[in-house]
T-cell receptor, first 111, second 111 residues
Framework: DAKTTQPTSMDCAEGRAANLPCNHS???????VYWYRQIHSQGPQYIIH???NNETNEMASLIITEDRKSSTLILPHATLRDTAVYYC????????????FGTGTSLTVIP | EAGVAQSPRYKIIEKRQSVAFWCNPI?????LYWYQQILGQGPKLLIQ????????DSQLPKDRFSAERLKGVDSTLKIQPAKLEDSAVYLC?????????FGSGTRLTVV
């Protein structure tokens, strides 16, 4: 079962930052948080991952709270092409590093 | 690097027929996964391979689903006989130990 909870849907104005929250209150100390997104008719695409520290790459930033019970994915300047379903996933280390997906957040970027 | 290749891209079959999907993972990725994604839901893990051995098939409906990865490289997933509720996108993913890379999936429609 998924170890994460996310809002079902969110809207964001084009050009503004999109902040997508995720709760993972049962995360264990050595379990990573991964974010993927899925655009219609495609497979999930890797965005970013982290363990304890905040992370940034060319796509997004990941902010993990100090207690690691929640995180936020930030898309700094959302474009229409960022419209997708975003999945927050805890990689479960004691079951072969498997990914258990929830239902994700459907982000709509509005012109 | 080349991505995860899946074929066919689309398949329509009648119930009680059989169908097979093929996946070629990224070269060197020892771990391969098959996921089932029903419309409106997140992907659900069916089976995990490590090289040519099964690590976890607890979620695979073994009365009708089978999968193999004989030479530890490409893999096939078979459904026999298919049911209406098997209509879904079947995703293959591979990893060398960190994040997963997903293929584009095979969209199966059972009529």
């Amino acid at each position: 079962d998924a170890k994460t909870t996310q809002p079902t849907s969110m809207d964001c104005a084009e050009g503004r930052a999109a902040n997508l929250p995720c709760n993972h209150s049962t995360i264990s100390g050595n379990e990573y948080v991964y974010w993927y997104r899925q655009i219609h008719s495609q497979g999930p695409q890797y965005i970013i991952h982290g363990l304890k520290n905040n992370e940034t790459n060319e796509m997004a930033s990941l902010i993990i709270t100090e207690d690691r019970k929640s995180s936020t994915l930030i898309l700094p300047h959302a474009t229409l092409r960022d419209t997708a379903v975003y999945y927050c996933i805890v990689r479960v280390t004691n079951t072969g590093n498997q990914f258990y997906f929830g239902t994700g957040t459907s982000l709509t970027v509005i012109p | 690097e080349a991505g995860v290749a899946q074929s066919p891209r689309y398949k329509i079959i009648e119930k009680r027929q059989s169908v097979a999907f093929w996946c070629n993972p990224i070269s060197g990725h020892a771990t391969l996964y098959w996921y089932q994604q029903i419309l409106g839901q997140g992907p659900k893990l069916l089976i995990q391979f490590q090289n040519n051995g099964v690590v976890d098939d607890s979620q695979l409906p073994k009365d009708r689903f089978s999968a193999e990865r004989l030479k530890g490289v490409d893999s096939t997933l078979k459904i026999q006989p298919a049911k209406l509720e098997d209509s879904a996108v079947y995703l293959c993913a591979s990893t060398a130990g960190g994040g997963y890379t997903f293929g584009s999936g095979t969209r199966l429609t059972v009529v």
